[in-house]
């Protein structure tokens, strides 16, 4: 497949733990990262790879993989964490990038 | 610091053509691919291609393919992307981002953006 699948949209209680999914089935052989982008602003990568988050990045984002699902877990959602989530990762081939379709998420 | 600075916004007629520029500094221009995406109002990421500064080489995703040209001037650490045939659904904007590291395929930075307008 040469598709990722994210929700639209999700939203969160101030404080509480968010999970947003990315599924595909070339997360099997590829590991995914993710980005924010708020309302305006240019994509922000939050954490890639195995286990990777670039300097600046709080800790509370985290993420993590099972078969041809990934996740970005947000631990103590804060009000700035608003923005949309897209995941990215290879097709199956190997060969091109891929993007999902973004989550929206709301911090209620 | 890492940088990528675009070329500004543009308004095409439809079956014209657009040359987006991205100006690297900070870093080894030739040590790091660029990749363009894009995005249209409302819309998701989508990838169009990859070019290697060092070796000129390119990728493109299958639905630009004869349609997009992706080149470089390693003098001046700049990356072009040329969009030809526009049509209206070409309305975007359009990022560069540099690869993170050689092996990933993850980007940071990102340029700022380039709109893209495409009417008749």
């Known amino acids: 497949s040469s598709e990722l699948t994210q929700d639209p949209a999700v939203s969160v209680a101030l404080g509480q733990t968010v999970r947003i999914t990315c599924q595909g089935d070339s997360l099997r052989n590829y590991y995914a990262s993710w980005y924010q982008q708020k309302p305006g602003q240019v994509p922000v990568l939050v954490f890639f790879g195995k286990n990777k988050r670039p300097s600046g990045i709080p800790d509370r984002f985290s993420g993590s993989t099972s078969g041809t699902t990934t996740s970005l877990t947000i631990t103590g959602a804060q009000a700035e964490d608003e923005a949309v989530y897209h995941c990215n990762s290879r097709d199956s081939s190997g060969d091109h990038v891929i993007f999902g379709g973004g989550t929206q998420l709301t911090v209620l | 610091q890492v940088q990528l600075v675009q070329s500004g916004a543009e308004v095409k007629k439809t079956g014209a053509s657009v040359k987006v520029s991205c100006k690297a500094s900070?870093?080894?221009?030739?040590?790091?691919?660029i990749n363009w995406v894009r995005q249209a109002p409302g819309q998701g990421l989508e990838w169009m291609g990859w070019m290697s500064p060092k070796s000129g080489d390119t990728g493109y995703a299958q639905r630009f393919q004869g349609r997009v040209a992706m080149t470089r001037n390693t003098s001046i650490n700049t990356v072009y992307m040329e969009l030809n045939s526009l049509r209206s659904e070409d309305t975007a904007v359009y990022y560069c981002?540099?690869?993170?590291?050689?092996?990933?395929?993850?980007?940071?930075?990102w340029g700022q953006g380039t709109l893209v307008t495409v009417s008749s």
């Open positions: 981002a540099r690869k993170r590291d050689p092996s990933g395929w993850w980007f940071d930075p």
């Open positions: 900070g870093y080894t221009f030739i040590n790091y691919d």
